[in-house]
């Protein structure tokens, strides 16, 4: 990759919360006549490096969407690579956090993980919770709709136990009842390999961000292009709903 002039990027505007869709990784494996699974693992390997090169260009949260509800439908052997390989990742992370200052939490509904899977995700929390660098989100057992089914649970509950009434909600109190309750909205949500579509990401919580997709495969993804990403959403002009500022 041709070095980036320091002044050049610092004309940048930096989103604070990237997301991204991860997609890609079976016809990057494809190309290569190498198995479904060869693929995942390569692109385990670019989730780890773009959370350096995101911290390094000075994004503060980075959510990544790593096995959404509807995943579960693939076959089993897929289903148990990516739970493998999630697993694997949970546990060197812990020492990756410590030594990248990194603090990673879990969205999603991780009552269906199995058991050793979900207590590595509570200690990997706890353990990184007070750290200061990038905040690494993954998305797992995530769905959007799954995640507004749950903050509505959790909201009757309260209702029933008269913490609140009807005329107190908010689009405000309804975040705080969702996975995302203690981070901002993502300011720009990419996704890689060529589809348009969000399929069931943060729904709510990109309601008004900037969205970029390429037809580069996830495992492919590197610093030069969340770069490009960036450029991109550096030129849009986010206006919220209010009246556009270009004449
Ligand atoms: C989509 O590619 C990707 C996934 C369903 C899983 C994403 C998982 C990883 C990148 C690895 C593990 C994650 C972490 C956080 C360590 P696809 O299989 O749908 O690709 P295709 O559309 O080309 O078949």
């Not at 692109?43 to 790593?66: F, H, M, N, P």
């Not at 990248?100 to 590595?120: A, F, H, P, Q, Y």
């Not at 998305?139 to 959007?144: E, I, S």
């Not at 995640?147 to 975040?175: H, P, W």
Request: glycine fraction near 6%; aromatic fraction near 10%.
């Amino acid at each position: 990759m041709a070095k980036r002039k320091s002044e050049e990027l610092s004309e940048l505007k930096i989103p604070a919360h990237v997301a991204i869709i991860m997609d890609g990784n079976g016809r990057w494996a494809k190309k290569r006549l190498l198995p479904r699974s060869a693929g995942h693992s390569a692109g385990s390997r670019t989730v780890e490096q773009i959370c350096d090169d995101a911290w390094s260009l000075g994004i503060k949260y980075l959510t990544v969407y790593a096995f959404s509800t509807e995943n579960w439908k693939r076959s089993e052997s897929e289903v148990a690579t990516l739970m493998d390989l999630l697993r694997k990742y949970m546990k060197n992370c812990l020492e990756r956090s410590r030594k990248n200052n990194m603090r990673v939490r879990v969205i999603g509904d991780i009552t269906r993980l199995d058991d050793d899977l979900r207590e590595s995700i509570v200690t990997l929390t706890r353990e990184s919770a007070s750290n200061t660098g990038l905040c690494f989100t993954v998305a797992l057992n995530y769905g959007g709709r799954d995640e507004i089914v749950r903050a509505f649970r959790k909201m009757l509950a309260d209702y029933d136990s008269g913490r609140f009434v009807a005329d107190d909600i908010t689009e405000e109190m309804l975040s705080e009842y969702l996975d995302t309750y203690d981070m901002p909205d993502p300011d720009l949500v990419i996704r890689t390999s060529g589809e348009i579509r969000l399929s069931n990401f943060l729904p709510w919580q990109s309601a008004y961000s900037e969205l970029y997709f390429t037809d580069v495969l996830w495992p492919d993804f590197d610093k030069k292009e969340l770069i490009k990403a960036i450029e991109y959403y550096s030129g849009r002009d986010r206006r919220f709903g209010s009246e556009t500022s270009k004449n």
